[in-house]
């Protein structure tokens, strides 16, 4: 009972709020009308335009096209909504609802064309791919730098969280960072036991270190940057000369060493780990001065930029702050949980300390507690910027935020998909973004702010693969690997439900007899490839595994017709005339079939392999495709032919989307590079290099001047750069 009301209250939305569903409120039956109307050009005082097709919402034809003098005539009632699309120009209004005019007339404009010369990454809702393990502010505090499992290190913009610059070369996990006292160098190491050291700002790679046998746990420059300190597992702490390379000095402990701190003016050496103390060298002579009895383990240390205090976190949770040339020590509050990483600021005063979903900051004028900053995730790493109140956490999940040390206001945070995307749909109106994919979570993106602002409940029993908007903007639809179609109101964020009320398989199958009619409680037998909305927002054709095109009537959440195919179905595009779908799969063929009665209209052989992608033209007159072997066709829908193939590469064209003026078309393949050729001439005019392998998706905003594209996780919002 609880599904229906909920779809009772999307019948009640669809029928009577969207603009396209073209139904007369009060019960009263749409009469039927000549309606007679011109598109004209409106930079040239009413000339009417010829050739553009009109789509007819509601009415008794699919489309029509203007004459010579830009007149057209059709059949229709005061609901009928008219679309006028044509390749190169863009319509004010851009719909008209008939209503009680019989005449109605467009202005048309042509479509201001891109300047692909200028195109590049505007930004991008970017985070790491695991969990991030350290993060250091430039000496400038213009950039964050972080360094994650997923064996990457990564530069933002400190002022909004934006990525600029990627390194890459570790061979397993980023394990610490820390740039040199000026700020020429950045040096991290690795859980392989590797260091290195970068030119960040050129992005090369300056050295590599031959670091420790087995795991490095720590390092730290000299605070002339002559030096860098690292310890590992093999119970080593070792100097490097950071100009030559060279090893200077190897001190040994009789355990595990985890971590290393300088003292401020470069002469002696912290060291900590399983031994249970601290250990005090003598770095030009590589004598051990003093040590420190700790009483338990030493997980993480730190020494303060002036003076001689070191801060310590043991295991168990407890916190000591020490002066390692008097020995005296201040015990501050233990923490449950335990504390994974210290951060002094650049003055000395605060002592910052990330914990099991907190962030404590203590003024150490008076060891007393000044900030306790819940954060809502396991905090791994801290970095304090060098010259104002502001702290830097990451955590797992590949979170990131800016914090005041003051306050405790968050200034701006870092997340999104930790796993790969694989689905964008981009809104009608052009201010949102959602996005979906391996992590089954469904991600709604400010385009405006360039932050998340929602993310979908409940959260898919699987991995998604295709998102879709209804025309108006207010619905989202997706579906994946749990072999449900699931539809969310994304203004309210309320979720109405999905479909499973469809139509059963038969019982004989090219297999043989079957005594059952298939699973019950989902929308299709197999995996989902993709959704696509009708032009009204009343139905929804979706393509599967399971060798069928399914179209619903959202209203009733019941599936009406089944397209039966030879072969497994991967991909689904409505019409924008409305009546037809194509679709392509495992028997190499594009269909294009009625989507009233699924009867077969037009069958295009041209393909080798299996069919990736399909994409209509806005003026639905064209038919873009993609498959396995390689290739991109251009069809001709009127005739049925192939008129022309797209040079892409020997990597699979995963997706393919019609830019809105209808002159472009953009193909992302599975090498990661996106393609935006010349319909009309062929000519490639854009490409966006391939650097993650593995992208299969991208949308275009509605006024075609961007490009919404994935790397791996993270999305990429290609345009114009000033």
């Known amino acids: 009972m609880l599904r229906k009301l909920k779809y009772l209250s999307l019948v009640f939305v669809v029928l009577f709020v969207l603009p396209l569903a073209g139904c007369v409120q009060g019960g009263k039956e749409p009469q039927a009308a ?15 335009l010829a050739g553009v097709s009109l789509l007819i919402v509601d009415g008794t034809d ?12 059709t059949a229709g009632s005061d609901s009928t909504v008219i679309i006028p699309r044509k390749t190169g120009y863009r319509f004010v209004p851009e719909q008209r609802v008939v209503g009680q005019s019989t005449e109605v007339e467009f202005d048309a404009y042509p479509w201001a064309e891109p300047d692909f010369s200028r195109w590049g990454v505007q930004f991008s809702f970017a985070n790491h791919w695991d969990w991030v393990e350290t993060m250091v502010f430039s000496p400038d505090d213009q950039y964050i730098v972080t360094g994650s499992n997923d064996r990457s290190i990564r530069i933002w913009r400190a002022a909004d969280g934006q990525l600029i610059g990627t390194l890459g070369g570790h061979a397993s996990g980023v394990k610490v960072m820390e740039f040199s006292p000026l700020g020429s160098h950045l040096a991290s190491g690795s859980r392989d ?23 490095l746990t720590d390092l730290a420059w000299s605070p002339d940057g002559t030096k860098l300190a690292s310890s590992g597992r093999d119970n080593r702490i070792r100097i490097w000369d950071a100009a030559s390379g060279a090893e200077l000095q190897t001190f040994t402990d009789e355990k595990w060493v985890r971590t290393v701190a300088w003292s401020p003016d470069g002469s002696l050496l912290l060291s900590g780990g399983d ?5 005090v060298w003598r770095v030009e002579s590589g004598e051990l001065v003093t040590e420190f009895e700790m009483g338990n383990r030493v997980m993480v240390m730190a020494t303060a930029p002036e003076g001689s205090l070191a801060a310590v976190a043991l295991e168990g949770g407890a916190l000591k702050v020490f002066n390692f040339e008097t020995g005296e020590e201040m015990q501050l509050q ?13 003055d000395s005063r605060y002592l910052a300390a990330g914990t099991d979903k907190a962030l404590h900051v203590w003024d150490m004028a008076d060891g007393k ?17 060098r010259n104002s109140q502001f702290l830097a956490s990451g955590s797992f999940r590949g979170i990131m935020d800016l914090w005041s040390a003051e306050s405790g206001e968050k200034r701006w945070g870092i997340t999104g998909h930790i796993r790969a995307v694989k689905a964008l749909a981009w809104s009608p109106q052009g201010d949102i973004l959602a996005s979906a994919g391996e992590d089954v979570v469904v991600r709604i993106w400010d ?16 991995p998604l693969e295709d998102l879709a908007w209804s025309p108006d903007g207010t619905y989202l639809a997706g579906a994946g690997h749990d072999l449900l179609v699931r539809i969310w109101n994304v203004d309210t964020g309320e979720y109405l439900g999905d479909f499973t009320e469809r139509i059963r398989k038969p019982f004989v199958h090219a297999e043989g007899f079957e005594f059952a009619v298939g699973l019950k409680g989902v929308s299709h037998e197999d995996v989902i490839f993709a959704v696509s909305w009708s032009p009204d927002g009343r139905k929804l054709a ?6 069928t095109v399914a179209i619903w009537d959202v209203a009733e959440a019941t599936q009406v017709v089944a397209i039966r195919n030879p072969g497994w179905i991967g991909t689904v595009a409505w019409a924008p005339h409305g009546d037809q779908v194509a679709f392509g799969g495992y028997d190499q063929a594009v269909y294009v079939c009625s989507a009233e009665t699924g009867k077969e209209v037009k069958k295009l052989e041209g393909h080798s392999d299996w069919v990736r992608s399909v994409a209509w033209s806005p003026d639905g007159k064209y038919l873009a495709s993609s498959g396995y072997d390689g290739s991109v066709f251009i069809w001709d829908l009127g005739t049925g032919q192939m008129i022309k193939g797209l040079g892409a590469d020997s990597y699979v064209v995963a997706a393919l989307e019609w830019s809105p003026c209808g002159r472009y078309l953009a193909g992302g393949s599975h090498s990661g590079t996106v393609r935006i050729w010349d319909v009309s001439t062929g000519e490639v005019l854009y490409t966006y290099p391939g650097r993650v392998l593995g992208l299969q998706t991208l949308a275009w905003s509605p006024e075609g001047d961007r490009l919404a594209i994935t790397e791996y996780n993270s999305i990429i919002i290609l345009g114009e750069r000033d």
């Open 447 to 462: 385009l405006a702010a360039r932050e998340e602002r929602t993310q979908l409940l409940p959260t898919p029993g699987g």
């Open 542 to 547: 979706t393509a599967s595994w399971d060798k």
């Open 275 to 279: 031994a249970l103390d601290v250990k």
């Open 334 to 346: 233990e923490q449950e949980g335990g504390v994974a990483t210290l951060s002094w600021s650049f």
């Open 34 to 48: 000549s309606i007679a109307g011109r598109v004209v050009l409106g930079e040239n005082g009413g000339e009417g």
């Open 369 to 385: 507690l000044m900030q306790s900053i819940p954060t809502g995730s396991h905090i791994l790493t801290l970095a304090w910027s």
């Open 62 to 73: 699919s489309y029509v096209e203007t004459d010579a003098q830009g007149q057209f005539k």
């Open 193 to 215: 036991g590797k260091l290195k050291i970068w030119d960040w700002q050129a992005g090369r790679e300056v050295m590599t270190l031959p670091g420790h046998a087995i795991t």
